[in-house]
């Protein structure tokens, strides 16, 4: 029988990602199909029930529910525990396990893709919710001078640098959006959901050192609202497309035991956008 997956987040109808597995199945030889799965608001465990019972076998999970997959994984990877978030399932008859693979497509997405260095760089981190907790771990591992958590909720921004405090206290600050103000970083990461939306994060102007990158989690066939405002500040901008793929690669490697190559893809999935 073909083995079935799917992406579960709400919204998901702008989901890549069956495109994606799809064309690394084709790739690698491997038999499975790939859905796209609205899950409730209030109904996240019920739909990943559903699909269990239906006999799906793994599952990306997408916003707004990285956190309560992680709380409802029965065992977390070593980096799925780290992050405190779940952004795909491997589901066993006996257990679903949690992994995070976000943060791995992330550094691979700009070391390799994009040629972006990220030791001894200023960051900052704009968010706090699963998807900046996904990332933060690989980003630190990685060596950045420093790292600014920024977001909306300072007591959010408080909680994930606390989360990570011991292995990188020194590395790690939190900052309101109006403390940034005459500061400078070489990366800045739009790790919220604000592209989706339609508008920017409330970032001060001249945040952005000379030869930036701006970099938004969120992929669109032109810039996010974030990248545009980050271009006209003279940053070079980036989406999450390349950090969609070279995650989709790792959880594909947990599904299956391949990892597929990646470039083909992104290149393909680029010019479909």
Not at 23 to 28: E, H, P
Not at 218 to 240: C, E, I, K, L, N
Request: glycine share 10%.
């Amino acid at each position: 029988m073909t083995d079935r997956y799917a992406v579960i987040g709400n919204p998901v109808a702008h989901s890549r990602s069956p495109d994606i597995h799809a064309a690394f199945a084709r790739a690698t030889g491997q038999d499975i199909e790939y859905l796209k799965l609205l899950a409730p608001l209030e109904g996240f465990a019920a739909a990943v029930a559903s699909f269990r019972e239906s006999g799906g076998r793994g599952a990306s999970i997408t916003v707004p529910f990285k956190e309560e997959a992680f709380r409802l994984s029965g065992v977390l990877s070593d980096r799925a525990r780290r992050a405190g978030a779940v952004n795909t399932l491997l589901i066993n008859p006996d257990r679903i396990v949690g992994d995070n693979t976000d943060g791995a497509g992330l550094v691979s997405d700009l070391l390799q893709n994009l040629g972006i260095a990220i030791a001894g760089k200023r960051i900052l981190l704009v968010g706090a919710g699963g998807a900046a907790r996904g990332v933060l771990g690989p980003l630190l591992d990685e060596k950045p001078a420093t790292v600014d958590i920024a977001n909306r909720s300072a007591a959010r921004a408080a909680e994930l640098a606390a989360h990570f405090a011991g292995v990188a206290a020194d590395t790690l600050a939190v900052a309101s959006f109006a403390a940034l103000s005459g500061r400078r970083f070489d990366i800045v990461i739009n790790a919220t959901a604000a592209s989706l939306a339609g508008v920017a994060p409330d970032l001060p102007e001249a945040i952005y050192a000379e030869g930036a990158l701006a970099y938004d989690l969120m992929y669109s066939s032109g810039d996010t609202p974030f990248m545009a405002q980050a271009r006209a500040q003279g940053a070079q901008v980036a989406d999450g497309l390349g950090m969609l793929v070279e995650q989709a690669a790792e959880a594909f490697l947990l599904w299956r035991g391949v990892r597929p190559a990646t470039a083909s893809v992104l290149q393909a999935l680029r010019r479909a956008l």
